[in-house]
């Protein structure tokens, strides 16, 4: 008896015949028995199959609704009674948690079902590998996890996704020398067993900030495994094969390759959890039989070979076929700033390299290597070939072998095996192996790798495995002629000049017409109304409201602004315009501990709010992004879309950071125009959020998730 159902009488089925059938028809095999659904093809197999009395390993109370497998650990073996109150406790957390178990009920609707009172059922103790988590709780849908669809791709993808918003940051343009891109070039391939995982508490920690409340009881490790298949492309456009795209400033008339990626990967993920106690446990959680799937476009501009765009749009499919979305833009690979130099590396298990981007003119013949004199390497990368022989699959290839010589000797290693074919421009086989992990780094460490790994790098330990391999390839017709000449946008056409630029006084400049209660009369208002107020106090003594942002009510406007002065007092304070304009209300207020924000001297000079906001608003420009943010007003005007906030913010530059860190210079801080929606549509909860450079006036990047 498993799962508190019997076998059927007369029931002909056995292992061979459950291991033809398809997971759906497995799963109506265990609804029928009354039996949990979730799980992998093989879970469900083994649970049927203890069923019908072929696997009388595990025996589980009737009344159980989570299954949980008790091992003892090797070096400090736990007795029956510490077994059974941890099992007491973890049954206690998941109802006090809101992490509901889900089963089918007899007429197959989904139940919520209340965690019973009543001592762990009855299981077996087994010895366990080292490591391995005491327990197993399989979590077993995403829907209890409500709302944000990130709160999964944070984890699921968390390499993957620097990967994706960093692919283009390798791509420059332009024995045997290896094959050159050509519009229309496509190649399928498979995605073989992969891994990513992250280990150490501050790591995870860093994941857990992105991920929202999801993960709040996760700890220690994350692990993602992920298989499937993928295609890489050149799209072959009308004009010469190149396709017309906008830069971050929105304007049109720029000739691009445009790249394309597709993958649709298996995906399971598993993890360890706290102990009430606060303490990372043995306790684990599990998410198997998910769905990936991650599209990215790159336009990589003729001329100057530089990235324009990368758009891309992760799909996430739970067992239970409940599907979000995310689409994230960006702009400018340049913005990402000294990030850009460890994001890259973590690109390449995103997608096969492009080989001629990588090799350039080098030879690829037996013995040829990135130390020979001839080849003049300048990068980081160090590579090796191999003797040519006939692949089974691929015909004759080169095996390449590369490693990243700074990694290597500083924190960990990025290593990639090769297998390549003068006919085609990518791998006809890529294995990634990266480890990141501070603990590692050595005394050999190069000063601007150990700095940025400092800065960048949180204590912990990531690890990608990735095996990709050729299943076909079409060639294109016409090769990417990068360099092209052709009319286009100047340097200096239709972007802000520093004629609008202002500096502050005590705020970034607002003047906006189109928003009720600017900044400008919250200040006014603050001064005449609340001038006894922190806010007004570090105001008047030269202090700054270095991060501001606007937002609508109940039909009326606010301003949330945070202060920080040369005392290093800091604080926020909530505003509400209205009705009639002359006044506001002080709605709340706080103030910081001492230093915990920073006070910065030199702020750049920025452009007005109205001005930006006029930019982002224009459909002309961002059009992709402006059918969720703009609306028209009775006069035709474009307008916030209601649920709107809008703002900027300064952030910091602290004096132990260096100038490539962060983008700007290291003297200033860097000031960013933000706004962001939330809003409900088709019983969909959505979320957007843009980001563009308050200086330039430069789209960095904005994302929308619909879940």
């Keep these: 008896m498993t799962g508190g159902c019997n076998m059927a009488p007369g029931d002909s089925l056995d292992r061979s015949s459950l291991n033809s059938m398809t997971v759906a028809e497995l799963r109506g095999i265990c609804k029928d028995r009354g039996l949990f659904v979730s799980g992998k093809k093989s879970e469900l197999v083994d649970r049927i199959s203890a069923d019908i009395g072929e696997d009388d390993e595990l025996i589980v109370n009737e009344e159980e609704v989570v299954e949980a497998l008790i091992m003892e650990d090797d070096d400090t073996a736990e007795s029956e009674t510490e077994h059974s109150e941890l099992i007491e406790e973890v049954l206690s957390r998941l109802k006090e948690e809101v992490v509901e178990a889900e089963v089918v009920g007899v007429e197959g609707e989904i139940n919520d079902v209340v965690l019973p009172e009543e001592r762990p059922p009855e299981r077996t103790v087994t010895e366990r590998e080292d490591d391995a988590p005491s327990i197993v709780i399989p979590i077993p849908t995403l829907e209890s996890m409500q709302r944000r669809w990130k709160t999964v791709a944070a984890v699921a993808v968390v390499a993957i996704l620097v990967g994706a918003l960093a692919t283009a940051l390798v791509q420059r343009g332009s024995g045997f020398v290896t094959e050159p891109l050509s519009f229309g070039d496509s190649m399928d391939f498979q995605v073989g067993d992969s891994m990513i995982e992250i280990e150490g508490d501050e790591m995870v920690d860093l994941i857990k900030d992105s991920a929202g409340e999801i993960l709040d009881e996760a700890c220690g490790r994350l692990k993602v495994d992920l298989s499937g298949n993928g295609k890489v492309s050149i799209a072959e456009g009308q004009n010469s094969g190149a396709v017309e795209t906008t830069d971050s400033l929105g304007r049109m008339g720029f000739l691009s390759a445009k790249k394309e990626t597709e993958m649709v990967l298996d995906v ?147 290593r990639m095996s090769l297998l390549v074919s003068k006919s085609v421009p990518w791998p006809v086989e890529q294995d990634v192996d990266i480890v990141l992990d501070k603990s590692l780094e050595t005394d050999d460490c190069d000063f601007l790798v150990s700095t940025l790994s400092d800065e960048l790098l949180p204590e912990g330990r990531l690890e990608i495995q990735m095996a990709m391999s050729m299943s076909s390839f079409v060639p294109g017709s016409v090769e990417i002629d990068w360099g092209r000449d052709y009319i286009k946008p100047s340097p200096g056409e239709d972007r802000p000049t520093s004629s609008t630029e202002q500096n502050w006084v005590d705020s970034m400049i607002d003047e906006s017409e189109i928003r009720d209660f600017n900044l400008e009369a919250a200040k006014s208002c603050l001064e005449n109304n609340h001038s006894t107020s922190d806010a007004m106090d570090s105001l008047n003594k030269g202090g700054y409201i270095w991060r501001a942002e606007w937002f609508e009510s109940e039909g009326l406007p606010h301003w949330n602004l945070s202060w920080v002065d040369d005392s290093e007092r800091s604080g926020w304070i909530i505003l509400r315009g209205d009705d009639g304009g002359s006044g506001c209300d002080l709605i709340e207020s706080a103030s910081n501990s001492k230093g915990e924000v920073d006070w910065n001297s030199d702020i750049p000079a920025t452009h007005p709010l109205s001005l930006l906001e006029e930019r982002v608003l224009n459909e002309q420009r961002y059009p992709d992004l402006n059918q969720y943010i703009d609306v028209n007003d009775p006069t035709e005007r474009s307008v916030w879309a209601p649920d709107s906030s809008v703002g900027y913010r300064l952030s910091v530059t602290e004096e132990n950071q260096i100038i490539s860190i962060l983008p700007g210079d290291i003297d200033s801080g860097k000031v960013t125009f933000t706004a962001s929606r939330e809003w409900s549509e088709n019983n969909l909860e959505n979320s957007l959020l843009m980001a563009m450079d308050a200086e330039t006036g430069e789209m960095i990047a904005w994302y929308h998730i619909e879940s």
């Design 268 to 414: 399971d993920l598993e993890g360890k959890a706290q102990r009430s106690s606060g303490e990372c446990g043995n306790l684990g959680w599990s998410l198997s039989d998910n769905k990936l799937s991650i599209e990215t476009d790159a336009w990589v501009e003729l001329d100057s070979v530089d990235v324009k765009r990368v758009d891309s749009s992760i799909s996430f499919t739970d067992a239970d076929m409940v599907t979000s979305n995310l689409r994230i833009v960006t702009y400018d690979s340049g913005s990402l700033g000294g990030i850009g130099q460890l994001a890259s590396t973590l690109s390449f298990p995103l997608r096969p390299i492009e080989l001629r981007d990588f090799f350039e003119d080098s030879i690829i013949s037996r013995g040829a290597s990135s130390t020979d004199s001839d080849i003049e390497w300048n990068s980081d990368w160090r590579w090796s070939v191999g003797n040519e022989y006939s692949h089974p699959s691929h015909g004759l290839v080169y095996p390449i072998e590369m490693e990243h010589e700074d990694i290597g000797r500083c924190y960990g290693h990025a």
